[in-house]
Nanobody
Framework: QVQLVESGGGLVQPGGSLRLSCAAA?????????????MGWYRQAPGKRREWVAQ???????SYAASVKGRFTISRDNTKNTAHLQMNSLKPDDTAVYYC????????WGQGLQVTVSS
């Protein structure tokens, strides 16, 4: 059974930074290892659908939604089965619950991380 443990959300002022982390536990039980997975970060703002934010392939190639490009950086540490999302220059529109998952996803989602950008 794979578990995705997300950490690092919180309240930050506009222009501030946060770093989100996503640790995958039990990865070998899924029949593959973390290093072989593409990982993604997603977010869901109040009243809106969940949207894709960023992804990192097993090769390290990254992609970003236009709304966060240049401000967010996704990375991974395969030695710790962890993916990170460094968020800089945060805006109130970035307020949402953030989720991580494998791409394609596991068919379930964790509880997510509340990120609130407000003065």
């Amino acid at each position: 059974q794979v578990q995705l443990v997300e950490s690092g959300g919180g309240l930050v002022q506009p222009g501030g930074s946060l770093r989100l982390s996503c640790a995958a536990a039990g990865s070998t039980a899924a029949g593959s290892t973390f290093s072989a997975w593409a990982m993604g970060w997603y977010r869901q703002a109040p009243g809106k659908r969940r949207e894709w934010v960023a992804q990192i392939l097993s090769s390290g190639t990254t992609s970003y939604a236009a709304s966060v490009k240049g401000r967010f950086t996704i990375s991974r540490d395969n030695t710790k089965n962890t993916a990170h999302l460094q968020m800089n220059s945060l805006k109130p529109d970035d307020t949402a619950v953030y989720y991580c998952n494998r791409i394609p996803n596991f068919g379930f989602w964790g509880q997510g991380l509340q990120v609130t950008v407000s003065s």
